[in-house]
């Protein structure tokens, strides 16, 4: 019998009752035939794996991340609440040491939905990874996080959430934003004024093969992620850079997805993206688990794989060594590379975003104190297509009792003003979700 070298809880939620619509990437036969592989291979005969339930997230956890306008239920369907608590679920196996990580093999996906919510962008709702986090905060205190995003797609959402936190660390791997949707993910992206290279992005050339992903994971990634020493590293797991995904144009393969999982050694991986349901699905998955538990997957193969027609060019690989030469200077030499506005004691930052799955724009001023003892409390005025001028509060967890006070007064002031819809706090600090109107 096979045994794992590190003990590994398998959480599955295909969510057969949801999808976009009948004929959408992300649909609901979309983890079927992993399912059948994963039983078919015998994964979980396996010492040392099992299979768990997912969760339900409250909306407390949902609420404890994000600003959902007009409330957590206009947004999310029951199914978003158990993708989230698929991911709550395998914290919850490697925090209380039942098991040594954990793979979330669940949909909706959400590494597209930013810390504002007002519909769906990229597929996402809610941001399952980030409500992870937090819960994982809310029990364990602040806690060093690594988030690596190794999804086809720059990792938006997770950006934004985390943009000002300078104890959480977010790389992103991903086809380059010129080429691919959602058009961002480029070094100068470095973080906000209090917490610059704590995000790092890693936009690759289309094309890009096993040999690319892991020269930059290499070269850029683990010098990072050993430097920083987090706490917890969590996966965000798109395997839409697959060589047969319909909708990217990378050439990973599940062989080069196991071998990543291996060098990164996340505690916790979290299903994204991915779309070829036959064709990469079933294999990736089962490369990850197979990694994740230290069980050799060097067997692990796609019945199609090509690997001399989809190896890249030796020009990609030089672009990529170039940028292990200079990226991680973002991290080790962090210097402001994008204009910041400021307005008082407030650094401001004014967008516009777009919500491609719904055909929502959104307006937002979001304001950041700029606190000398801590990263300083946000409060982020928000309006859209569907929801009027609204305001969000959020103090963060090593906020400072001045920050705590500020925002306590902002609330209760914008309680008062009716030119704000909906007014929503979040204090992380004193463990507070308040919300009027």
């Known amino acids: 019998m096979l045994r794992a070298s590190h003990s590994l809880g398998v959480i599955f939620f295909p969510a057969y009752d949801w999808s976009i619509s009948p004929t959408h990437p992300e649909r609901e036969e979309r983890l079927l035939y992993t399912q059948d592989q994963f039983r078919e291979e015998g994964v979980f005969d396996i010492e040392g794996v099992g299979e768990y339930r997912p969760l339900v997230a409250s909306p407390e956890d949902i609420a404890r991340v994000h600003f959902c306008f007009p409330s957590v239920e206009a947004v999310t369907t029951h199914s978003h609440h158990i993708s989230a608590g698929g991911a709550i679920r395998a914290a919850g196996l490697v925090l209380d040491k039942e098991r040594e990580r954990a793979f979330a093999i669940v949909r909706p996906p959400g590494h597209h939905a930013m810390r504002c919510v007002h519909g769906s962008r990229g597929f996402c709702n809610i941001n399952i990874e980030a409500i992870m986090v937090e819960w994982i905060r809310e029990r364990m205190g602040n806690v060093r996080v690594a988030i690596v995003d190794t999804d086809c797609h720059h990792g938006d959402g997770t950006q934004d959430i985390y943009w000002h936190d300078p104890d959480t660390l977010f790389i992103s791997l991903h086809q380059d934003g010129r080429t691919l949707y959602p058009g961002t993910g480029f070094p100068s992206e470095c973080g906000g004024p209090k917490a ?223 030119s704000f819809a909906h007014v929503q706090l979040i204090d992380r600090v004193r463990k507070r979700i308040r919300q009027a109107r």
């Open 196 to 418: 610059l290279g704590r995000t790092i992005n890693i936009p690759l050339p289309p094309r890009t093969s096993d040999a690319g992903y892991l020269l930059a994971v290499e070269g850029i990634v683990k010098p990072i992620l050993d430097h920083f020493k987090p706490d917890i590293v969590i996966n965000s797991a798109g395997q839409d850079n697959h060589y047969s995904d319909p909708i990217t144009n990378m050439n990973f393969t599940a062989q080069g997805y196991a071998r990543l999982t291996e060098l990164l050694g996340p505690h916790i991986a979290v299903l994204e993206g991915g779309y070829a349901i036959k064709g990469a699905l079933p294999y990736v998955n089962l490369g990850i688990a197979l990694a994740l538990a230290g069980v050799d997957y060097s067997t692990v193969r796609e019945p199609d794989l090509d690997p001399e027609r989809i190896r890249e060019h030796q020009s990609t690989l030089d672009y990529i060594k170039a940028l292990c030469d200079h990226l991680p200077q973002v991290y080790f030499e962090p210097t402001q590379r994008e204009e910041v506005e400021r307005e008082g004691r407030f650094f401001i930052r004014r967008r516009s975003i777009y919500y491609d799955t719904d055909g929502i724009t959104e307006n937002q001023i979001e304001r950041l104190r700029d606190c000398p003892y801590c990263p300083g409390w946000l409060h982020v005025e928000s309006a859209s297509d569907r929801v009027p001028k609204s305001l969000g509060i959020h103090v963060p967890i090593q906020g400072c009792d001045n920050c705590v006070d500020e925002a306590d007064a902002l609330f209760r002031k914008a309680q008062a003003d009716t």
